[in-house]
């Protein structure tokens, strides 16, 4: 989940992919879209490009608006529109801009290995395309390869006047066994400025809340995800760490004043129905009926993006270790955030199988991940495995 809020600040500036975008035909009825309260720029590019359908730029600009909106809505119906915008363009003589705004589509998916290929290919084309970099550098640390991780976000500090190649490099150096300096050096830039787009700012607040929380800091986790929080609506992605920060601590009607109405998004749902089932409130059974049916949907369409979610699903709502453990496994071979190592670690001990962990362990000394979270499970599964 940390690569979307990553990647996406930096697909909607002009400063990160340097210029506007190019698709066409949204005449496609792929779905009925709620309006966010009337989302009236939506509303005008849609009118303006079936007035003028040949206008490249500006259909890029409606992909921006779908895809910005998938995010801060958490919607995958969203990201289906600028997929269907985007496609025709790409089919000749994409430009690197087409090419990274593609990647990010097939990250949303966890298609890492397509998107990594159009990054390639944008960067060929231009070799100072920031948004190409950052994309690059998130979809490497998301998979663990954090040396490659971070030669991208350094590209990105010497392309980029602004914040995003600070923030991306002491997000990766947290993860690469230098989790307190790297939180150190992010407060202290924090402290004295601020990005200028709100986009980075919730990002930098976002990345600083889960080093705190990783670090044991609670208090100032719980701060750092209410400065992010703040700032507005423009992604999930801090609605669902704080959620799990208040889940960790039985807060559990906090998590309920925070998620009631957030049903689309199969994350955000099931950290509601977590809390309504320790709460025995009313809706949880239903809530989780509809989980159990969009997993298995998405199943049936071969979709997999989800299965570090389902696990969790699997273990904490249906109580089948087994089965969470297989879908933990499956996932950590896509994505390795401390998230995904948690929920193996976890189904492994419940279902009784700690070897199925050990790649878990390995991961954690090679790279020198380091979480408060993860301690007490690694320590238990190396003690059955000793």
Not at 134 to 145: W, Y
Not at 219 to 241: D, F, N, T, W
Request: aromatic letters at 6%.
């Amino acid at each position: 989940m940390r690569y979307v809020l990553l990647t996406a600040l930096l697909v909607f500036g002009p400063a990160a992919l340097g210029q506007a975008f190019v698709p066409a035909d949204d005449d496609r009825v792929l779905d009925v879209l709620p309006e966010r309260g009337g989302d009236l720029q939506l509303r005008a590019l849609r009118e303006q490009l079936r007035a003028t359908p040949d206008d490249r730029a500006l259909a890029l600009q409606l992909v921006e608006r779908y895809i910005a909106l998938g995010r801060a809505e958490a919607d995958p119906r969203y990201f289906g529109r600028a997929e269907a915008v985007l496609v025709p363009l790409v089919r000749s003589n994409p430009s690197a801009e087409m090419l990274t705004l593609r990647a990010v589509l097939a990250q949303n998916r966890h298609d890492f290995s397509a998107a990594l290929a159009d990054l390639r290919r944008a960067l060929a084309l231009r070799p100072r395309l920031i948004g190409a970099w950052l994309t690059q550098a998130a979809i490497h640390q998301v998979q663990g390869r954090y040396p490659e991780a971070l030669q991208s976000c350094l590209t990105v500090s010497r392309l980029a006047a602004g914040w995003s190649g600070r923030v991306c490099v002491e997000s990766v150096l947290a993860d690469s066994g230098q989790l307190e300096p790297a939180y150190r050096r992010l407060a202290a830039l924090l402290s004295v400025a601020g990005p200028e787009s709100a986009d980075e700012r919730q990002w930098a607040w976002t990345v600083l809340a889960e080093m705190a929380e990783r670090l044991g800091d609670t208090g100032a986790a719980e701060r750092h995800y209410r400065r992010a929080l703040a700032i507005g609506r423009l992604s999930a992605y801090p609605l669902a760490g704080f959620a799990d920060f208040l889940l960790d601590r039985q807060r559990y009607a906090e998590v309920l004043e925070l998620l009631t109405g957030e049903q689309r998004a199969d994350g955000l749902l099931l950290r509601l129905a977590l809390a309504e089932r320790q709460l025995g409130h009313s809706e949880a059974e239903g809530h989780r009926r509809t989980l159990a049916a969009r997993f298995a949907d998405s199943r049936r369409r071969g979709d997999t993006s989800h299965q570090g979610d389902e696990a969790r699903f699997e273990l904490q709502l249906n109580s089948e270790p087994e089965q969470a453990l297989a879908l933990a496994a499956a996932n950590w071979q896509v994505q390795r955030e401390p998230r995904d190592a948690r929920i193996l670690l976890e189904a492994a001990i419940a279902a009784g199988k700690f070897d199925a962990a050990r790649d878990v362990l390995a991961f954690l000394a090679r790279t020198g991940l380091e979480d408060a979270r993860l301690r007490d499970l690694a320590a238990r599964v190396a003690g059955r495995l000793a």
